[in-house]
């Protein structure tokens, strides 16, 4: 039996983030770094990404730039030997990457659908297939976190092909989570909320009543920090989550629970 003991430690695993040249992407691979674990950058900017690296290393963090576009798909084994072979193995996958461009329905076409589509779960499942390939070989299991949305199980307007994809997400880690776990490998997905990232802070400091308005939706009253994310992030990357797959973990200030009026509402 193992001990009542969490370990969050992740020294010598090796984790692959993609979209990590900024915002959430980055900050999960600095946690995971100032955990012990040597992290591999994934984004499509080497500017970018070296900017990453550089603060990661200034911290006494190990970690890699890596070119990586999610809708090369024939190149995802490539750049995973890529990985191996300079760093031994991949232990943790946090597939991060996304686009989102917000229409109304009328508006959306063929080429939008697929903008969405190739990159959150098509790019995101045969990364997922490849970085899978590999943890199998190594006996080792792993783990592969895939970063949901709330717009994959609840709804808002003018964002059909995000929601779309999204809901995919997250049902595509039930099933790859059933198929890996016979390898050991944990698939688990992130569910997340309003965060203050790069884009969303411009948003809510150029739009300060459209702000108050979402905000106040929030039972939280308020967007959510990066460091809320760390402590998550690290439960489904360490063996703190050894007994978890399929799991769907939202960090959302209560948002997906607020499902009736606001009290205030009800009563005015």
């Known amino acids: 039996m193992k001990s009542g003991i969490i370990n969050a430690d992740l020294k010598g695993k090796v984790a692959l983030i993609t979209g990590a040249s900024q915002g959430l992407g980055a900050y ?3 946690v995971l770094a100032k955990n012990g674990a040597s992290v591999v950058l994934g984004g499509r900017s080497m500017e970018k990404l070296n900017k990453v690296v550089q603060r990661i290393a200034d911290r006494g963090g190990d970690a890699h730039p890596l ?3 999610m ?3 024939k190149s995802f084994d490539r750049k995973i030997e890529e990985i191996t072979q300079k760093l031994s193995s991949i232990d943790i996958l946090i597939n991060n990457a996304a686009v989102s461009v917000d229409k109304e329905i009328f508006a959306i076409t ?7 589509m190739e990159t959150n779960l098509k790019g995101l499942f045969f990364l997922s297939q490849s970085v899978a390939k590999k943890m199998k070989t190594q006996k080792n299991g792993g783990a592969i976190i895939n970063i949901a949305a709330l717009n994959g199980d609840h709804v808002r ?4 092909s995000f929601s779309a994809s999204k809901a995919g997400v997250i049902h595509l880690t039930k099933v790859m989570a059933y198929e890996l776990i016979d390898y050991k490998i944990r698939v688990n997905a992130l569910s997340i909320g309003l965060f203050a990232s790069e884009s969303v802070s411009e948003w809510l400091q150029n739009n300060p009543k459209a702000a108050q308005d979402y905000l106040e939706q929030i039972p939280a ?7 809320d994310l760390e402590g998550p992030i690290l439960l489904l990357a360490s063996d ?3 007994y978890m797959y399929g799991a769907i973990l939202k960090v959302d200030g209560g948002f997906s629970i607020d499902v009736f009026m ?4 009800l009563h005015s």
């Not at 307007?157 to 059909?160: A, E, G, P, R």
């Not at 606001?262 to 509402?265: L, S």
């Open 157 to 160: 307007k003018n964002c059909i």
């Open 221 to 227: 009253r308020r967007a959510g920090e990066l460091v």
């Open 262 to 265: 606001h009290t205030e509402i």
């Open 71 to 73: 809708t090369d798909f």
């Open 67 to 69: 070119i990586l576009e």
């Open 110 to 116: 063929p080429s939008d659908w697929d903008f969405h």
């Open 240 to 242: 703190a989550s050894s």
């Open 28 to 30: 999960y691979a600095e």
